[in-house]
C-alpha cells in the first residue's frame, strides 16, 4: 500500500530524512517510532503529499506522492500531530463539515464512524474546542474516517495524552485494522510499537530497524542484565564505574546493563556486594532497549 | 527533618468544580517524589498552589517551611521551575540564558560566573555556550532547561512533564542529572506520562479526579495493586476517573 | 459547488462565533466614521465671540453684520474697552474678540489700510487658528464687495477660499471610507487564512480533494459579503449622521466600493501567503497598510504639497484612486466617463493581486 525507496528531505542545513526506504502492506498497522525530531512528521508529511521530498520515490495506494498527489489526497485520510479541528464548531459542524470536503456524507459512511462517534454523539452540539482532551482526539479521528480512506496515516495521536486515554485509542486503531484499514502511525513512546504488526524505528532521519515487534529483540547484540538493589543510584554509579560493562542506564524499576557473556552476571554480582538486596537476572531485550542500542552502534 | 512539603486538606474550587479535593502528603527532603495523575485530574492545579502562583481554596501547606497563604514569595525564592512548555529564550545565546535567570535569582556576578562556567563544563557545552538556545536540540535543552532550574540551589525543584518527547538516551542522561540534584539535597517533586520513569521515584502519587489515590514506593504499589509495571497500576486507578480535562 | 456552500458557511460561522472579528468587522468603522466626522472635523460652530467697535461706522457696522450671520459665530457680546474682553476670556464666556479702532471707515477710504485686532483664545490653538481664519475670510470678503483693491495688513489665510464650505467632514468620510476597507478587509482576509495554517487545519484541507484554489474564494466570499454591508452602513451613516451629499449615481458608488473591497481582499489574501502567523498577518494588514493609507490617500495630507518621489509611491496605494473615485461620484455627482481612469487602475491591482496570490498559495506546505 505504501512504498517508499531512498526518501531524502533537508531544511537547510538539518536533514530531516536521509534515504528512508520502507514498505507496508494492505491491512498493515504500521508504527514509525523514535523521539520528537527524529524526521517521523516530515515523512508523513511526504506521505500525504503536503511536502516534496528532495529526492527519492514514494507511492501510496500504487500513487506517486508528487506526480499523483490529487488522486492520494482523494483516498487517504490524515490527522496531524496537533489538534487540528475548527474549535468554534461544534463535534457535528466539524463532523459535517469534513465530509462535505471529500465529497461525501456522514450518513454514507456512517459505519466506519459509528464505534467511535457513538462514545462522543451525546455531545454532539458542544464546540469542539470545549471538549476534553480525548473526545477531542476521537472527534479528529472521525474526521479522518470520515470519507472511508484506504489509508490512514496518524501523526503522533497520543503525544501527551495519559496512559488511559492512549490505550483507548490503540483500542479504536486495533478495531480499524480488524475493518482491513492500513494505517500508518507514528510514536515517541517504545511501549506503543508493541501494539504494531511491523515497526520502523527511526532516529535522526535515519531508519535504523524495520521489523515485527517481536523480532528486533532478537537482533539485540550481547547479554542484557537486569540489576535492582535498594540505592538505585548508588548501585547506577557503581555500575558505570565497570570499564567491561557493554553499556548501563536506568530502566524502570532496575538498571540494564549489557554483557559479552553469561558468566559474565556472575562478575557482575562480585563487584557489588556492597548492595543490599542485590539482584541480576538476565531478560530479553525490550524494544526501548534495542533502540538504546541501534542509536549507538 | 522537617519535611520539604507538607499539604493538608489542600483544596481548590473553580465555581462548582473541584479541582483539587483535599489532598494530603509530605515530601521528604532530597526525595524524589512522582506526581502522577490522567489529563485532568488537578496535578497542575496543585503544583501551582504548590509553587506559589495561586491560593488555595481550603487546606494547608507549607513549601520549605513556609505558608503557602502567606509566604508566597519566600517560596518563590527557595523553588526551582521547569516546564516542557516554558524552557528557556531561544533567541538568547547559553550563556546569556544562564546568566539572565542567575541574575533574576539574585545570584552575585562571582558565584554566578563561577557556577555558569561549571555548568556548561558539566553539560558539555563549551562548544555551544555562544550559540543560540534556539539551535540545540531538544534534548539538550531540556537538561539546560533543568540545570538553570537548579542554578539557585532551590531546596524543591518541580518539574512538569520534563521529558515529553524526548529520546531514550536524553531522558536517561536527563534522569540523571535529577539523581545528582536528588543526592546534593534538593528534593525533586516532577510529573510525567513515562510510566518506566515513574519507577524512577522514590514515592509517587496517582492523582484521580483531584484525589490522591494511591502513594507510595513504586515497588509497593506494584504490589499492592498486583501487577506488573506501573503502566498497569496506573491503568487501574486512572480508568476509574470520570472527569477529563477540559 | 456544494463543498464551497460548505466552506462559505463555515466561514460565516467562525466571523458570528467570534467577537473580536464583529468588532473588527463592524465596531471599527462606526467608531472611525464618528471619530473623523464629529471630533476630528476642522469645522467650528457658534463660537461665542465679542465685538468691540470703538468706531460705530457704516464699514464696521457691515462687518458685525456679516460676522452675525455667519453660522460659525455666535455674536455674544458687544464690550466697550478692550479690558472687559480679558475677563471675558478668564471666565471662558467668549471663544474669540474683534476689535475695529477708531476711525476704521475713515481710515480704510482714505488710505486703503486699516487696522483691525483679532483676538483669540490661545489656550485651543486649533480652533483658535480656525477662528481666526474664519474672520478673516468675513474682512477679505467685505474688501471684496467694497472693491477697494489695497488689501489690510492682517494676513488672510488663502486655505478658506479652497475649502469655501468650510466643512472638514466632507473630504474626511471618503478617505475614511477608504481607509476602513483597506484595513478592516486585509487584516480579516488574512488572519483568517492564517489561523487555519496555525491552527493546523491547513494541512487538512491541503491533504483533502478539495481545491487549494477554492480555498482562498470561499475565504473572500463572506468577507466580501459582510464588507458590503459595512458599506452600506457606513454611507448611511455618513449621509444621514454627519450629513454627506450623494449626489452622483448610488449604483455607481456601490459597484466602484465593491471594486475596491475585492482589490483590498486580495491584498490580504496576499498577505496570507506571506505571513505565517496571525500575530504578523495582523502586523502586516494593520499597521502595515495604515500609515501608508493615512499618509497617501490625500485625505489628511494634500497629495499636491507632497515631494516628487511620495507623490509616485502614492500611484501604488489603492485607497488613493478610490477615494478620488468616491469625491467625484458622492460630492461632485460626475458620472462613470470622468472615474473609468481610476475604475481601470483599481481593477488592474486587484487582478494582478489575486494572480500574485493564487500563484503564491502552493498546493503543498513550505
Known amino acids: ?54 529526492s527519492g520515490t514514494a507511492t501510496v495506494g500504487g500513487y506517486d506522492v508528487v506526480t499523483d498527489y490529487r488522486a492520494i489526497r482523494n483516498t487517504v485520510g490524515y490527522m496531524p500531530g496537533r489538534f487540528s479541528l475548527y474549535q468554534d464548531l461544534s463535534i457535528e459542524e466539524n463532523l459535517h463539515f469534513f465530509a462535505t470536503l471529500f465529497g461525501t456524507t456522514v450518513r454514507e459512511n456512517y459505519a466506519v464512524i459509528r464505534p467511535i462517534y457513538e462514545q462522543i454523539e451525546p455531545f454532539k452540539k458542544r464546540r469542539a474546542g470545549q471538549l476534553s482532551g480525548g473526545m477531542k482526539q476521537k472527534l479528529a479521528l472521525c ?55 511491523r515497526i520502523a524505528l527511526i532516529q535522526e532521519g535515519k531508519i535504523l530497524s524495520v521489523d515485527t515487534p517481536a523480532a528486533i529483540p532478537g537482533q539485540y ?20 564505574a565497570l570499564p567491561w560493562l557493554k553499556s548501563c542506564y536506568a530502566f524502570g524499576e532496575s538498571i540494564h546493563c549489557t554483557v559479552g557473556q553469561p558468566a559474565d552476571a556472575a562478575r557482575l554480582r562480585e563487584a557489588l556486594t556492597g548492595h543490599s538486596n542485590l539482584e541480576v537476572k538476565e531478560i530479553p531485550a525490550s524494544i526501548e532497549d534495542c533502540f538504546i542500542q541501534l542509536m549507538n552502534p | 527533618m522537617t519535611p520539604a512539603i507538607v499539604c493538608r486538606n489542600l483544596t481548590k474550587q473553580f465555581g462548582a468544580f473541584r479541582a483539587v479535593d483535599a489532598i494530603s502528603f509530605d515530601v521528604q527532603p532530597g526525595e524524589i517524589f512522582g506526581f502522577l495523575g490522567a489529563n485532568g485530574a488537578g496535578k497542575t492545579t496543585a ?81 555551544e555556550a555562544g550559540k543560540l538556545v534556539g539551535s540545540l536540540p531538544l534534548g539538550w535543552k531540556q537538561k539546560l532547561a533543568f540545570s538553570v532550574a537548579v ?87 486512572a480508568r476509574k476517573a470520570v472527569r477529563s480535562d477540559n | 459547488m456544494k463543498q464551497l456552500l460548505v466552506f462559505v458557511r463555515k ?58 450671520a455667519s453660522t460659525h459665530f455666535n455674536l455674544a457680546y458687544a464690550d466697550q474697552t478692550v479690558h472687559q474682553l480679558e475677563t471675558r476670556f478668564r471666565r471662558n464666556e467668549i471663544k474669540c474678540a474683534l476689535v475695529f479702532p477708531e476711525g476704521f471707515a475713515e481710515a480704510l477710504t482714505h488710505t486703503g489700510k486699516a487696522r483691525v485686532q483679532i483676538l483669540t483664545d490661545g489656550s485651543d490653538p486649533n480652533t483658535a487658528t480656525i477662528l481666526t481664519n474664519y474672520l478673516s475670510a468675513i474682512l477679505t470678503d467685505y474688501i471684496g464687495q467694497q472693491q477697494a483693491g489695497i488689501p489690510y495688513r492682517i494676513d488672510v489665510q488663502t486655505r478658506m477660499l479652497y475649502n469655501p464650505e468650510m466643512n472638514g467632514s466632507m473630504n474626511f468620510i471618503p478617505g475614511v471610507m477608504a481607509l476602513i476597507f483597506m484595513i478592516v478587509c486585509t487584516t480579516l ?161 486587484a487582478t494582478a493581486l489575486l494572480l500574485i496570490s493564487l500563484k503564491r498559495f502552493t498546493v503543498r506546505l513550505g
Open chain 1, 1 to 54: 500500500m505504501i512504498r517508499v525507496e531512498q526518501l531524502s528531505k533537508t531544511y537547510g542545513d538539518v536533514r530531516a530524512v536521509r534515504e528512508v526506504s520502507f514498505a507496508v502492506e494492505r491491512g498493515e498497522l504500521f508504527g514509525l517510532i523514535g523521539p520528537d525530531g527524529a524526521g517521523k512528521t516530515s515523512l508523513i508529511r511526504i506521505l500525504t503529499t503536503l511536502l516534496r521530498a528532495d
Open chain 1, 143 to 197: 474526521c479522518a474516517l470520515v470519507h472511508q480512506p484506504t489509508v490512514l496515516f496518524l501523526d503522533e495521536p497520543t503525544t501527551g495524552v495519559d496512559v488511559v486515554s492512549r490505550k483507548e485509542f490503540w483500542d479504536m486503531l486495533g478495531l480499524l485494522k480488524s475493518q482491513g484499514m492500513t494505517i500508518l502511525v507514528s510514536t515517541p513512546y517504545m511501549d506503543e510499537a508493541s501494539l504494531c504488526d
Open chain 1, 221 to 240: 547484540r550481547g547479554i542484557l542484565l537486569a540489576v535492582r538493589a535498594d540505592e538505585i543510584y548508588a548501585l547506577l554509579k557503581d555500575l558505570r
Open chain 2, 47 to 127: 503544583m501551582r498552589m504548590l509553587c506559589g502562583l495561586s491560593y488555595p481554596t481550603s487546606g494547608e501547606a507549607t513549601v520549605a517551611g513556609y505558608d503557602v497563604y502567606r509566604e508566597q514569595e519566600k517560596i518563590k525564592r527557595k523553588i526551582g521551575y521547569m516546564s516542557q512548555k516554558f524552557s528557556l529564550y531561544e533567541n538568547l545565546t547559553v550563556r546569556e540564558n544562564i546568566t539572565f535567570f542567575g541574575g533574576i535569582y539574585g545570584l552575585s556576578d562571582k558565584v554566578l560566573k563561577e557556577k555558569r562556567e561549571a555548568m556548561i563544563g558539566t553539560l558539555g557545552l563549551s562548544n
Open chain 2, 151 to 237: 542554578l539557585h540551589d532551590p531546596a524543591i525543584v518541580f518539574l512538569d512533564e520534563p521529558t515529553g518527547g524526548v529520546d531514550p538516551i536524553t531522558r536517561r542522561q536527563f534522569w540523571d542529572l535529577i539523581y545528582a540534584a536528588a543526592d546534593r539535597g534538593i528534593t525533586v517533586f516532577v510529573t510525567t506520562h513515562y510510566m518506566d520513569e515513574a519507577e524512577y521515584c522514590d514515592r509517587i502519587s496517582i492523582m484521580v479526579d483531584g484525589r490522591i489515590e494511591a502513594l507510595d514506593a513504586p515497588r509497593l504499589l506494584k504490589e499492592r495493586y498486583h501487577a506488573a509495571d506501573m503502566q498497569d497500576v496506573f491503568y487501574q486507578l
Open chain 3, 11 to 68: 466561514e460565516f460561522y467562525h466571523v458570528f462565533r467570534d467577537r473580536r472579528t464583529l468588532l473588527i468587522l463592524f465596531g471599527l468603522p462606526v467608531t472611525q466614521i464618528l471619530l473623523f466626522g464629529y471630533a476630528l472635523t476642522s469645522e467650528v460652530k457658534n463660537a461665542a465671540i465679542s465685538v468691540v467697535d470703538q468706531s460705530k461706522d457704516p464699514a464696521t457696522q457691515a462687518i458685525t453684520e456679516k460676522v452675525r
Open chain 3, 189 to 349: 482576509t488574512s488572519v483568517s487564512i492564517v489561523r487555519e495554517k496555525e491552527t493546523g487545519t491547513m494541512e487538512i484541507l491541503l491533504v483533502s480533494p478539495f481545491r487549494p484554489v477554492l480555498v482562498l474564494i470561499a475565504k473572500a466570499i463572506p468577507y466580501l459579503a459582510l464588507s458590503v454591508i459595512n458599506f452600506l452602513l457606513i454611507l448611511f451613516l455618513g449621509v444621514v449622521v454627519l450629513d454627506m451629499p450623494l449626489r452622483g449615481n448610488f449604483f455607481l458608488l456601490f459597484g466602484e466600493s465593491a471594486l475596491f473591497i475585492i482589490t483590498c481582499l486580495s491584498l490580504g489574501l496576499m498577505i496570507s501567503t506571506i505571513a505565517s502567523t496571525q500575530q504578523t498577518a495582523m502586523l502586516i494588514s494593520m499597521m502595515g497598510m495604515m500609515l501608508p493609507t493615512i499618509l497617501f490617500t490625500g485625505f489628511l495630507f494634500p497629495l499636491e504639497n507632497m515631494p516628487r518621489p511620495l507623490q509616485i509611491i502614492s500611484n501604488a496605494i489603492p485607497s488613493r484612486w478610490y477615494y478620488l473615485i468616491v469625491k467625484s461620484v458622492m460630492l461632485k455627482g460626475l458620472g462613470f466617463g470622468y472615474v473609468w481612469k481610476e475604475t481601470l487602475i483599481l481593477a488592474g491591482m
